[in-house]
C-alpha cells in the first residue's frame, strides 16, 4: 500500500507563490498516475493536474493551467506543485493522489491512494 504524506501549505498574498510537496512511500511499484486535487469548504474535489509516473506526461484544468505546474523528483520518492498568482479563489485544502490506472485520471474515484492535505489560504 502506498503512503502519501503533502507538505507546503500555508497563508499567502494574492500573487504568491507556494510549493507544495507530497513524499511517497511504500508500494510504489504499480502506480502510473500521481495527481493533485483540491477541495473547498462546501465545495466537491476538483481535479487539478496529474502526471505519469513513468513517462512524466502532464495535464492540468483549466482553471490552474499556466499558473501551476506539477513535477517529481528523478527518484520518484516525491510529487511537487508548484503555484504560481496564487489568487483568494485558490483557499482550499490540497490532496496528493495516488493511481494505477495507466492512463492520466481526472476524477477522484480513479485514485487508489490519498494523503491527508494541507491547507492552503491565500489572502486578498
Known amino acids: 500500500q502506498v503512503q502519501l504524506v503533502e507538505s507546503g501549505g500555508g497563508l499567502a498574498q494574492a500573487g504568491a507563490s507556494l510549493r507544495l510537496s507530497c513524499a511517497i512511500s511504500?508500494?510504489?511499484?504499480?502506480?502510473?498516475?500521481m495527481g493533485w486535487f483540491r477541495q473547498a469548504p462546501g465545495q466537491e474535489r476538483e481535479f487539478l493536474s496529474a502526471i505519469g509516473w513513468i513517462g512524466g506526461s502532464t495535464f492540468y484544468a483549466s482553471s490552474v493551467k499556466g499558473r501551476f505546474t506539477i513535477s517529481r523528483n528523478n527518484a520518484q520518492t516525491t510529487l511537487y506543485l508548484q503555484m504560481n498568482s496564487l489568487k483568494p479563489e485558490d483557499t482550499a485544502v490540497y490532496y496528493c493522489?495516488?493511481?494505477?490506472?495507466?492512463?492520466?485520471?481526472?476524477?477522484?474515484?480513479?485514485?487508489?491512494?490519498w494523503g491527508q492535505g494541507t491547507q492552503v489560504t491565500v489572502s486578498s
Open positions: 511504500g508500494a510504489t511499484d504499480d502506480l502510473f498516475t
Open positions: 493522489a495516488a493511481s494505477k490506472r495507466v492512463v492520466i485520471a481526472a476524477q477522484p474515484s480513479e485514485y487508489d491512494a
